[in-house]
């Protein structure tokens, strides 16, 4: 049961993060600086650059995506071990949606944050990922309430 109740207390982290990551991804939407910002190469160095030439949202919304990814990764394994297929699926199509959003706002970032197309992949697979856990988390509940009875 504790397996459980600790991916229950991951997947509750994800979705308040996840929350926090949109407040912030709109943030940066909104920065009337991403106007002149042009395509740049697809180095460590010069993506960061372009995130901090935007201003102090775009940094942050991108090392909490990387936070976001490490923390998918925990629930992916800790759904693993529960030892339900239900819970694997679930985390297993979380950690995709999770990354598929990071892999599109790299690109977005690529593209000198111009190419809606990456944008649109970013709030996607976002939505699916808030989607998923907030699923996640009304299942495990669910079992935490019958093994309680």
């Known amino acids: 049961m504790s397996r459980i109740r600790s991916l229950r207390m991951t997947a509750i982290v994800m979705v308040v993060l996840l929350a926090l990551q949109f407040e912030l991804g709109m943030a940066v939407n909104l920065s009337p600086s991403l106007e002149d910002i042009p395509p740049v190469a697809g180095t460590p160095a010069a ?45 297993a199509a979380s950690f995709v949606s999770v990354m598929m959003a990071a892999v599109n706002g790299i690109l977005f970032t690529m593209s000198g944050f111009k190419d809606d197309h990456y944008s649109h992949g970013m709030a996607t697979a976002f939505i699916l990922s808030f989607s998923l856990f907030f699923v996640q988390i009304a299942i495990l509940t669910l079992r935490v309430r019958q093994s309680r009875a």
């Open 47 to 91: 993506i960061w650059h372009a995130l901090v030439k935007v201003g102090a949202g775009a940094p942050v919304h991108a090392i909490l995506g990387t936070l976001l990814t490490v923390v998918a990764l925990v629930s992916l394994i800790l759904s693993l071990r529960t030892g339900s297929t239900l819970m694997a699926v679930i985390g």
